[in-house]
């Protein structure tokens, strides 16, 4: 076989005037698989409200806790989780981790700074790690990140519908509209793309524009006015750096994709099939490499048609907010109708760990090289203490896998371990949020 290095890393393959995006190839870059590493990837996924826990063997509905038991040194799930039973020796469990800053803040809106560390009234507010993470090797790949949630927006302060903040500390709308994530994604027809390309050169005039008043005004104002135009401008700025990427992938054809596995017409009524197919959106953009870091808001914490799902569609006695609170007792239907809740999620999350499992990368799998964060801000609802976590995958980021990690004796904030996530993912930094440790416990 002939080798260059001077070929792309991106080919393509042209006939009867389309192009099809392939992955890279080692062999036309000069490269063989040992020497050309995987792509590192970063999922995290969050549900507002708390699941149903408890670790009391003496607790009547213990078999419904979202904590598994260790027995003979192997994870064991009970009945909300068990369909992860399968993959427990790719999961490793956290209890006993928090932010610091949030403990005292309003129970509802931890959701804001689950990715953050920081107090959502705070003044100041730090990335999300995902931000952070795509801020440094986001470039590679046609979307730095991508920002998803099942209802979509951004919400208010306190209330938040997203799980990413930009460098600025700004909320970043998470996307819910399927069809408009597929084309995104994967839709290379002419005329979207035409539209896209004028619509971002509309959107770069407009903030030209901006940054020329922007300059006028600064000239009549205080210094403090100064000062918050240009935490203005910032994030003014981070919109640029996309519309200018976005500009240089324009002539790019997006990679095809099989669609058989995608219902892009799903809505809340058919939770299951919306879910599974935003899954598989996302499998899709790791499998072609489009992206390599995704957040996805599972449920927030604010009212709505997602929160009464469990009702409509799932058959349980209330939504999931007043679920959450019931269980905070010592009742057990209460928390065995939160753990049905919680196991729907579980159902559908180890569907889409078996396919990442099921896929070869190299001589790994795509979950090998991938780190799934799963977990929510609530311990019992609205109690922003002792935040129940797992990770799923990242074998090649040497996570360790199938443990029970206990920090309830420990005082480590939940930052160390999302600077530990962020150096194996190989992003160079040597702090987050409030934290400047690793914890080493965590690795192999």
Not at 117 to 137: R, Y
Not at 208 to 225: G, T, Y
Request: proline share 5%.
């Amino acid at each position: 076989m002939v080798r260059s290095s001077a070929i792309r890393r991106r080919h393509f393959l042209r006939g009867s005037g389309a192009a099809l995006l392939l992955p890279q190839l080692p062999s036309l870059s000069g490269q063989d698989s040992l020497s050309s590493p995987a792509a590192k990837r970063f999922l995290a996924l969050y549900v507002g409200h708390g699941f149903a826990i408890t670790r009391k063997d003496d607790h009547p509905a213990r078999d419904w806790s979202w904590y598994p038991r260790v027995q003979d040194g192997r994870l064991v799930f009970g009945r909300s989780m068990e369909p992860l039973q399968g993959l427990a020796d790719q999961i490793s469990v956290f209890q006993g981790l928090e932010h610091p800053q949030v403990v005292s803040s309003n129970g509802h809106s931890s959701a804001d700074s689950f990715l953050t560390g920081s107090n959502p009234e705070g003044a100041v507010i730090s990335p999300s790690l995902d931000q952070v993470a795509a801020a440094a090797a986001g470039r590679d790949t046609r979307f730095p990140s991508l920002v998803l949630g099942n209802e979509g927006g951004l919400g208010a302060s306190g209330s938040s519908l997203t799980l990413s903040y930009s460098s600025s500390g700004r909320p970043i709308p998470s996307s819910c509209d399927l069809v408009k994530i597929y084309n995104k994604l994967f839709n290379s027809d002419p005329a979207l793309m035409a539209a896209e390309k004028a619509d971002q050169q509309r959107n770069s005039s407009l903030v030209d524009r901006v940054f020329r008043s922007a300059d006028r005004l600064r000239q009549r104002v205080s210094a403090e006015d100064n000062r918050q135009i240009a935490e203005y401008l910032e994030s003014v700025r981070d919109v640029e750096r996309n519309i200018r990427r976005m500009q240089q992938w324009s002539e790019t054809p997006r990679p095809q994709v099989e669609q058989d596995d995608l219902s892009l017409k799903a809505t809340v009524n058919e939770p299951q099939l919306f879910i599974r197919t935003m899954y598989q959106l996302i499998y899709l953009a790791f499998r072609t490499d489009s992206t390599r870091y995704v957040t996805y808001m599972l449920q927030s914490m604010i009212d709505g048609p997602w929160n009464d799902m469990p009702r409509n569609a799932l058959g349980l006695p209330d939504g999931h907010h007043r679920l959450a609170h019931a269980a905070a007792g010592s009742g057990l239907k209460a928390l065995e109708n939160l753990g049905r809740y919680d196991r729907f999620h579980a159902e559908l999350l180890a569907e889409f760990l078996q396919k990442l499992a099921n896929t070869p990368e190299g001589d790994a799998s795509l979950l090998d090289n991938t780190l799934v964060f799963y977990g929510t801000s609530n311990s019992v609802t609205h109690v922003n203490r002792d935040y129940p976590l797992l990770i799923a995958g990242g074998r090649n980021l040497r996570m360790k896998r199938g443990v029970f990690h206990d920090f309830t004796a420990s005082d480590r904030p939940l930052s160390s371990l999302y600077l530990t996530f962020l150096q194996q993912l190989g992003i160079p930094v040597d702090r987050f949020s409030d934290s400047t440790d690793v914890i080493p416990e965590v690795l192999v």
